[in-house]
């Protein structure tokens, strides 16, 4: 059974700085995508950022490039986010997705909080 189990959300003051996880389990951890998305009430689910199978090719939401880092180390099963400059509006639930053709699995998302 496969198992995305997120962790390092919290609470931070804005310029901040918060380092997700998110360790898998039941499958090929190396063989799948990874992407962090985030979500806020009432609104959809939005892509932050993505890495390759290797990790060689990454990519960001205009709104936290520069600020953002997607990683993954495949001997550990686990990608990462790293959060710097945190502002308030990236207060959100944060998940992580992997994907493997047409088949995606979502973990139960960890939440940011932003805030003074």
């Known amino acids: 059974q496969v198992q995305l189990v997120e962790s390092g959300g919290g609470l931070v003051q804005p310029g901040g700085s918060l380092r997700l996880s998110c360790a898998a389990s039941?499958?090929?951890?190396?063989?799948?995508?990874m992407s962090w998305y985030r979500q806020t009430p009432g609104k959809e689910r939005e892509l932050v950022a993505s890495i390759t199978t290797t990790g060689g090719i990454t990519n960001y939401a205009d709104s936290v490039k520069g600020r953002f880092t997607i990683s993954r180390d495949n001997a550990k099963n686990t990608v990462y986010l790293q959060m710097n400059s945190l502002k308030p509006e990236d207060t959100a639930v944060y998940y992580c997705?992997?994907?493997?053709?047409?088949?995606?699995?979502w973990g139960q998302g960890t939440q940011v909080t932003v805030s003074s």
């Open positions: 039941g499958l090929r951890f190396s063989i799948h995508d």
């Open positions: 997705r992997a994907r493997f053709s047409v088949l995606g699995y």
